[in-house]
C-alpha cells in the first residue's frame, strides 16, 4: 500500500508503520480524519494527516472495514468459521473505538457489504436487517435494540443522510400483491410518511439526495418476459420524503437503466438509460426532463462534489470515453480516454477525475490515471497489481467554487505511453517520435525487409505478399511479437541441413527409377518443339500409371455416355460436348492398348 498527494503535485508520503504483510483492505473516514488497513494479522488505524498509528486490533483473519459517518466506529467483518476458538462468541461483525480500539459488541453477518450496518449521520443509531424486521442499536449498548421496525416481508432497508434521518424499506411483491416501498422517520414507526406500491419489481436499489428529502428508487426484476432484456425489466421511481410527491420518472426510451446520480448541491438528478446507444437526460424535483445529454455509449454518471460537471462515461464492455458536461452552460467541455477503466470518481475539490483499472478484473494495464477536467491528463502511475485506490474525503466548501472553470495547471506534461494507447510512464516524459504512415501489411510480414535480396515463395500467400511489398528477406521464418528470440545452435542447424539435403537427393532417386522426369530437367518452354504444339504426354510404364490412366479414361467414357443421353433427349450441346462425344471410339481403342500392356506386365498365375 502506499499514499500520494493528489495533483498537481504528486508525492509518495511516509507511513511510518506500513505493513510488511498482504493488506486485504484499504478504507478512509467519511470525514477523512482516519486511514484503516488490515492484515492477516492485524487491523491498524492511523491518522490520515500525520499518518501516526492511532489504534490497532490484534484479531486475526479480518477480511474488511469500514467507518461510521463522522468515524467514530470501525467496523470490522471476517469470515464465519465453525472452528472458532475457546471464549469467542461466533459474532463476525464487531463495531470498535477507532481512537482507543475497544471493542463495543458486535453481530452475525454471512456477508459483507457497505449496507450491513447503517447509520444516522449524527452516530446517534446504527441498524440490521433481521428477518421481518430492522433494528436499531446505540453504539455503546449494542446488547440491546433501541428500536424496531417490523414489517413482514422487508427483504432491503436504506437509512438515509441528513440532519433528520428516514428509513426506507422494501417489501416484495408477492402473488397478487405488488411490491411496495415505504419510508417512516426514525424513532416514528407507527405511519409512514411516503409509500409507493409496483409491480414488476424483485429487488432495488435506493437513492438518498445528499440532504435525505428526495428518494430514487431503481426496481429491476430478474427475468425480462417479453425477452427483450438479458438483464430484465427495470423501472426508476421518485419519492420526496415528506410524502407530498411521488411518481414513475417518464422514460422515452425502452431498456435497462443503466445508472442514476443526484446533483449534489442541487434537486435534480440524472439518468442513462435505454438499449445501446443510451440517453443521458437531467430531470429536475418533479421528474421532468430538463435538458437531453444525447445518445452515445455511456452507462456510468458521476457530478463533481460542487455539481458543477457531470461526468458521463461508459465502462465494463464499452469503450471507456468520458463526456464531460459543464452544468451551468450545458456544454461539453472535453471527451477523455479512460480505457478499460474499473474504478471512477471525482477528488474531493471537484477539479480532478480518476480512474484506475483495478485487479482481479483486469489483470493487464493495472494502473491510475487523473485528468483534470478540462481534458489534461495530469498524473499517470504504473502499477502490476493494483486492487484498490481512493481519494481522501474531505468537505466540498473547503474548496470554493469559482465563477468559471479554473484552466489545467502549467507545466505537466504526460506523453502517451510507448506501445499502448495509454498514458505515459509520468509527468515530464517526452513524447515519443510519431512514426510515419505506411501501407498495411499482414502480422506475419510486418518483420521481413521489403528492400533485402528475394527468396522463394513458399505459397500463394507469399507470391502476392512479395508483388505487393517486395521481395521477403532470406530468412524467411516467421516471428510471434513480443516473443522471446531462440538461441541458433550452428551444429544443430547444419546437421539439420545435411538430413534435410539427404532427404532430398533419396527422393530424386526414387522418382528417376519409376521414369518421372528429373528435377533438373529442362523447363516447359525450352521443350517444346518450333510449331509451338504442345508434345504428347509420356505413355505409362508402371503397372500403378497404367491403372491409373484406365481409370481416368473409363471416366470420360461413363462421362461421354450421359452427353449422349442429353443429346437424344433433345438438349442442345455445346461444340466442345460434341467433339468430345466423336473421341469416345479413340478413347475405348487406347483403353485397349492399355490393358493389353497391362497383361504384358502381370506375372502368370501358373509359375
Same mark, same amino acid.
Given at each position: 500500500?502506499g ?12 507511513v511510518?508503520d ?11 473516514s ?6 484503516a ?7 491498524r488505524?492511523?491518522?490520515?494527516q ?12 479480518i477480511?474488511d472495514?469500514q ?9 470490522t467483518?471476517?469470515?464465519?468459521s ?5 471464549g ?11 481512537a ?10 454471512n ?9 444516522t ?11 421481518g ?10 446488547q440491546?435494540?433501541a428500536?424496531?421496525l ?16 428516514s428509513?426506507?424499506v ?35 436499489e435506493?437513492?438518498?439526495h ?37 411518481c ?7 431498456g ?9 448541491e ?21 421528474a ?45 467541455v472535453?471527451t477523455?480516454?479512460?480505457q ?9 475539490d471537484?477539479?480532478?477525475l ?7 478484473r ?22 502490476s ?12 466548501s ?29 509527468? @515530464?516524459? $517526452? #513524447? &515519443?517520435? +510519431? ?6 501489411? !499482414?502480422?506475419? /510480414?510486418?518483420?521481413?525487409? %521489403? ?18 511489398? @517486395?521481395? $521477403? #528477406? &532470406?530468412? +524467411? ?6 516473443? !522471446?528470440?531462440? /538461441?541458433?545452435?550452428?551444429? %544443430? ?21 519409376i ?6 530437367a529442362?523447363?516447359?518452354?525450352s521443350?517444346?518443339?518450333?510449331d ?8 505409362p510404364?508402371t503397372?500403378v ?9 473409363k ?10 443421353k ?17 473421341s469416345?471410339?479413340e ?15 502381370t ?5
Amino acid at each position: 500500500m502506499g499514499v500520494w498527494t493528489a495533483p498537481p503535485k504528486a508525492v509518495s508520503a511516509d507511513v511510518a508503520d506500513k505493513p510488511s504483510e498482504e493488506v486485504r483492505a484499504l478504507k478512509y473516514s467519511p470525514n477523512g480524519q482516519y486511514l484503516a488497513w488490515t492484515t492477516a494479522s492485524e487491523t491498524r488505524v492511523v491518522d490520515a494527516q500525520t499518518l501516526a498509528t492511532v489504534a490497532t486490533i490484534a484479531r486475526r483473519n479480518i477480511v474488511d472495514v469500514q467507518f461510521s459517518p463522522r468515524g467514530t466506529y470501525l467496523i470490522t467483518w471476517e469470515r464465519l468459521s465453525s472452528n472458532a476458538a475457546e471464549g469467542d462468541d461466533g459474532k463476525n461483525l464487531r463495531v470498535w473505538e477507532a481512537a482507543t480500539g475497544q471493542t463495543l459488541g458486535g453481530f452475525k453477518q454471512n456477508n459483507f457489504s457497505a449496507s450491513a450496518l447503517q447509520w444516522t449521520d449524527d452516530e446517534r443509531f446504527c441498524a440490521k436487517l433481521f428477518s421481518g424486521e430492522v433494528r436499531f442499536y446505540t453504539p455503546t449498548a449494542l446488547q440491546r435494540v433501541a428500536l424496531k421496525l417490523a414489517l413482514d416481508g422487508i427483504s432491503e432497508f436504506s437509512v438515509s443522510p441528513g440532519l433528520s434521518p428516514s428509513v426506507a424499506v422494501f417489501v416484495p411483491e408477492r402473488g397478487s400483491k405488488p411490491g411496495m416501498v415505504r419510508m417512516y422517520n426514525v424513532g416514528s414507526f407507527a405511519q409512514p410518511t411516503a409509500s409507493k406500491t409496483f409491480f414488476k419489481a424483485d429487488k432495488v436499489e435506493f437513492h438518498w439526495h445528499r440532504l435525505g428529502t428526495n428518494l430514487l428508487v431503481l426496481t429491476q426484476t430478474d427475468v425480462d418476459k417479453t425477452g427483450r432484456s438479458y438483464y430484465g425489466e427495470s423501472a426508476l421511481y421518485f419519492m420526496a420524503a415528506a410524502g407530498n410527491f411521488d411518481c414513475r420518472v417518464p422514460l422515452d426510451r425502452d431498456g435497462p437503466i443503466h445508472d442514476v446520480a443526484w446533483n449534489p448541491e442541487e434537486k435534480e438528478f440524472a439518468v442513462s438509460y435505454g438499449f445501446m446507444p443510451a440517453k443521458t437526460a437531467l430531470f429536475n424535483h418533479r421528474a421532468e426532463m430538463v435538458h437531453d445529454f444525447g445518445t452515445a455509449h455511456r452507462n456510468f454518471i458521476r457530478f463533481n462534489p460542487h455539481g458543477r460537471v457531470l461526468a458521463i462515461a461508459g465502462f465494463g464492455n464499452l469503450s471507456g470515453q468520458v463526456d464531460l458536461w459543464d452544468r451551468r452552460s450545458l456544454k461539453k467541455v472535453a471527451t477523455i480516454d479512460a480505457q478499460n477503466a474499473s474504478f471512477c470518481e471525482w477528488c474531493p475539490d471537484g477539479r480532478y477525475l480518476l480512474a484506475a483499472t483495478l485487479s482481479p478484473r483486469l489483470r493487464v494495464d493495472n494502473g491510475i490515471r487523473i485528468w483534470h477536467y478540462s481534458g489534461a491528463l495530469v498524473y499517470f502511475k504504473e502499477v502490476s497489481e493494483l486492487y484498490q485506490v481512493d481519494w481522501r474525503p474531505a468537505p466540498a466548501s473547503r474548496f470554493p467554487q469559482r465563477s468559471a472553470l479554473s484552466p489545467a495547471p502549467a507545466g505537466i506534461v504526460v506523453s502517451p505511453r510507448p506501445g499502448g494507447s495509454g498514458p505515459g510512464s509520468g509527468p @515530464g516524459s $517526452p #513524447a &515519443p517520435a +510519431a512514426k510515419p504512415a505506411t501501407a498495411y501489411r !499482414p502480422p506475419h /510480414a510486418r518483420t521481413r525487409d %521489403a528492400g533485402s535480396q528475394s527468396a522463394a515463395p513458399r505459397s500463394l500467400a507469399d507470391i502476392a505478399e512479395q508483388r505487393l511489398f @517486395g521481395a $521477403p #528477406a &532470406p530468412s +524467411a521464418a516467421r516471428t510471434v511479437p513480443g516473443a !522471446p528470440k531462440k /538461441a541458433v545452435d550452428a551444429a %544443430a542447424e547444419s546437421k539439420r541441413r545435411n538430413r534435410n539435403k539427404a532427404k532430398k537427393t533419396e527422393k530424386t532417386e526414387k522418382t528417376e527409377k519409376i521414369g518421372e522426369p528429373s528435377p533438373a530437367a529442362p523447363s516447359a518452354a525450352s521443350a517444346l518443339p518450333a510449331d509451338g504444339q504442345q508434345p504428347p504426354a509420356a505413355a505409362p510404364t508402371t503397372e500403378v500409371e497404367i491403372l491409373k490412366r484406365v481409370r481416368a479414361l473409363k471416366k470420360k467414357v461413363g462421362q461421354i455416355d450421359s452427353l449422349v443421353k442429353r443429346r437424344d433427349a433433345g438438349e442442345a450441346l455445346e461444340l466442345n460436348q460434341l467433339s468430345k462425344i466423336e473421341s469416345r471410339s479413340e478413347i475405348e481403342s487406347e483403353i485397349a492398348e492399355l490393358n493389353q500392356q497391362l497383361s504384358q506386365l502381370t506375372p502368370s498365375t501358373s509359375a
